[in-house]
């Protein structure tokens, strides 16, 4: 079976520049949650989308990162404007049910804004 | 702020050794999780332990669970050279998850 799809797998980019994180999620999951990593603040959760709707943005750190879930089986993180404080891991994982199921994860995005 | 917070930080063991690592968290939980993260990878759920249970096997994994204390120890037993990775514990909260800190296991040949 296919896990959690990212891509691209490194970012390297200028500051200023347009940051587009994509994610496939594993076919039957109705959760996707989307996550950034960094030694100093640890795993932080962004958002995550229940079928398709984001329920909860409210770690999404500006106005600068949108996330949309188009379809079942995709999803993008933006980051518009980018920053150099904006270089991290980010994860997306899913799950079937919310509450009390474990989460997937893929193999991150590294991102690092120069 | 982090639900969890794992203890210790770092641990070094040698092959064949047991390895304990502790996560203390804040608010009630539904329940609580592991997780393990390689090197350059994603993390990989290993375990569940809902708020009613106090203790789960899997292989060589033990997990307790005290909700009175609010804590939980994972405890793997013969380590391996390839169980060196960062573990994390996370708690529920509502269908979201909160990670914890991570504990840095390093075990050597």
């Known amino acids: 079976d296919a896990g959690v799809i990212q891509s691209p797998r490194h970012e390297v980019t200028e500051m200023g520049q347009e940051v587009t994180l994509r994610c496939k999620p594993i076919?039957?999951?109705?959760?996707l949650f989307w996550y950034r990593q960094t030694m100093m603040r640890g795993l932080e959760l962004l958002i995550y989308?229940?079928?398709?709707?984001?329920?909860?943005d409210s770690g999404m750190p500006e106005d600068r990162f949108s996330a949309k879930m188009p379809n079942a089986s995709f999803s993008t993180l933006k980051i518009q404007p980018s920053e150099p404080r904006d270089s991290a891991v980010y994860f997306c994982?899913?799950?079937?049910?919310?509450?009390?199921?474990?989460?997937?994860f893929g193999d991150g995005t590294r991102l690092s804004i120069l | 702020s982090q639900q969890g917070e794992e203890d210790p930080q770092a641990l070094s063991i040698q092959e064949g050794e047991n390895a304990t690592m502790n996560c203390s968290y804040k608010?009630?939980?539904?329940?609580l999780q592991w997780y393990r993260q390689n090197s350059g990878r994603g993390l990989v759920h290993l375990i569940l332990?809902?708020?009613?249970?106090r203790e789960k096997h899997s292989g060589r994994l033990r997990v307790t669970l005290d909700t009175s204390k609010k804590s939980s120890s994972l405890l793997i037993t013969a380590s391996r050279a390839a169980d060196t990775a960062s573990y994390f514990c996370?708690?529920?909260?509502?269908?979201?998850?909160?990670f914890g800190t991570g504990t840095r296991l390093q075990v050597f040949p």
């Open positions: 994982a899913s799950s079937s049910g919310g509450r009390n199921q474990p989460q997937h």
């Open positions: 332990i809902r708020s009613n249970e």
């Open positions: 076919s039957g999951h109705d959760y």
């Open positions: 608010t009630s939980i539904n329940n």
């Open positions: 996370a708690t529920d909260n509502t269908d979201k998850l909160i």
């Open positions: 989308f229940n079928n398709n709707v984001p329920i909860d």
